[in-house]
Nanobody
Framework: QVQVVESGGGLVQAGGSLRLSCAVSGRFFSMNAMGWYRQAPGKQRELVAGITKDGTTNYADSVKGRFTISRDNAKNTAYLQMNSLKPEDTGVYYC????????????????WGQGTQVTVSS
């Protein structure tokens, strides 16, 4: 079984910073892409940032230049550094991990964390 656990959310004033962590544990062969998504009240979940196994990143236009995604493959952990936070960044942030569970199965399995709340006050 694979577990995904996010941490680091909280309440911050506009202009402040937060750093989210996503730790993946359990039994699996390899971890491929990881991503951070967020869901604001009354809105659909959206991709915030993604990172491939070799470190290639992509960002939503709304966070480019403010957020940075990174990962530590040795620790099976991803991070999201969020700077210059805005009230519209408020939401529940979810980590997504795509893993190969077994070496002889090339198909990926997708796992989600339970989410961490980020609230940015104006």
């Amino acid at each position: 079984q694979v577990q995904v656990v996010e941490s680091g959310g909280g309440l911050v004033q506009a202009g402040g910073s937060l750093r989210l962590s996503c730790a993946v544990s359990g039994r699996f062969f390899s971890m491929n892409a990881m991503g951070w998504y967020r869901q604001a009240p009354g809105k659909q979940r959206e991709l915030v940032a993604g990172i491939t196994k070799d470190g290639t990143t992509n960002y939503a236009d709304s966070v480019k230049g403010r957020f940075t995604i990174s990962r530590d493959n040795a620790k099976n952990t991803a991070y999201l550094q969020m700077n210059s936070l805005k009230p519209e960044d408020t939401g529940v942030y979810y980590c997504n991990a795509r893993v190969r569970v077994l070496s002889f199965i090339t198909a990926e399995s997708e796992y989600w964390g339970q989410g961490t709340q980020v609230t940015v006050s104006s």
